[in-house]
Nanobody, 128 residues
Framework: QVQLVESGGGLVQAGGSLRLSCAAS????????MGWFRQAPGKEREFVAA????????YYVDSVKGRFTISRDNAGSTVYLQMNSLKPEDTAVYYC?????????????????????WGQGTQVTVSS
């Protein structure tokens, strides 16, 4: 069974930075793409970023391009989300998730149904 545990959330002022971490247990981490999603109050959970199994390909939602960076450490079974130039609209609970595909293409990068395992989430609050 796979377990995903996020950490690194908190309260930050607009323009600040945070780095989220997601530690994975289980034997499939290094052969799975990983993603970050977020859910703001009253809104649907939305895709943020994803990275393929080897870490050499990434995919981002337009609203975070140039500000967020996803990376992974397969030896440590951890995926990261570096968030810079944070805005109040980035406020949400952030979830990491494990994709059933190692090398996604097309909608498999961002469509929730391709992600089989989810963490419990970590709160990110950006004050104006």
């Amino acid at each position: 069974q796979v377990q995903l545990v996020e950490s690194g959330g908190g309260l930050v002022q607009a323009g600040g930075s945070l780095r989220l971490s997601c530690a994975a247990s289980g034997r499939t981490f290094s052969s799975s793409a990983m993603g970050w999603f977020r859910q703001a109050p009253g809104k649907e959970r939305e895709f943020v970023a994803a990275i393929n199994w080897s870490g050499d390909r990434t995919y981002y939602v337009d609203s975070v391009k140039g500000r967020f960076t996803i990376s992974r450490d397969n030896a440590g079974s951890t995926v990261y989300l570096q968030m810079n130039s944070l805005k109040p609209e980035d406020t949400a609970v952030y979830y990491c998730a494990m994709n059933r595909i190692a090398q996604p293409a097309g909608i498999a990068w961002w469509y929730r149904s391709y992600y089989d395992y989810w963490g419990q989430g970590t709160q990110v609050t950006v004050s104006s």
